[in-house]
């Protein structure tokens, strides 16, 4: 089992930057991947980000430029830079740790496959115009 942790949501002007953190406890061990959802009121979930163990980096389309996924190995942390931030990025972000096969990560819809691991509590973030 992994527990995930969120931290780093607010309210920030358009344009703005904040910082999320995803903290892992638990057997992190079997962590293969780390990502970021998010979900607006109304509206269906969305992978955001994704950092996989062999080095490859995943956005969406809609962050690409202005969100950075990166981890700290060492504290089992991810993290999520979101710059220029606008309205349409107002969502609960929540992290996901999976512990799955790589291969069902480069072989599928990797938010998908991803969406099926272990799921944090989410944080919010409201950006306002």
């Known amino acids: 089992q992994v527990q995930l942790q969120e931290s780093g949501g607010g309210s920030v002007q358009s344009g703005g930057s904040l910082r999320l953190s995803c903290v892992a406890s638990g057997a992190t061990y079997i962590i293969k991947a780390m990502a970021w959802f998010r979900q607006a009121p109304g509206m269906e979930r969305e992978g955001v980000a994704a950092i996989v163990s062999d080095g490859n980096r995943y956005y969406a389309d809609s962050v690409k430029g202005r969100f950075t996924i990166s981890q700290d190995n060492t504290r089992n942390e991810a993290f999520l830079e979101m710059n220029s931030l606008k309205p349409e990025d107002t969502a609960m972000y929540s992290c996901?740790?999976?512990?799955?096969?790589?291969?069902?990560?480069?072989?599928?819809?990797?938010?998908?496959?991803?969406?099926?691991?272990?799921w944090g509590q989410g944080t919010q973030v409201t950006v306002s115009s």
């Open positions: 996901v740790a999976y512990p799955g096969a790589l291969d069902d990560l480069r072989n599928g819809d990797i938010w998908s496959t991803l969406s099926l691991g272990y």
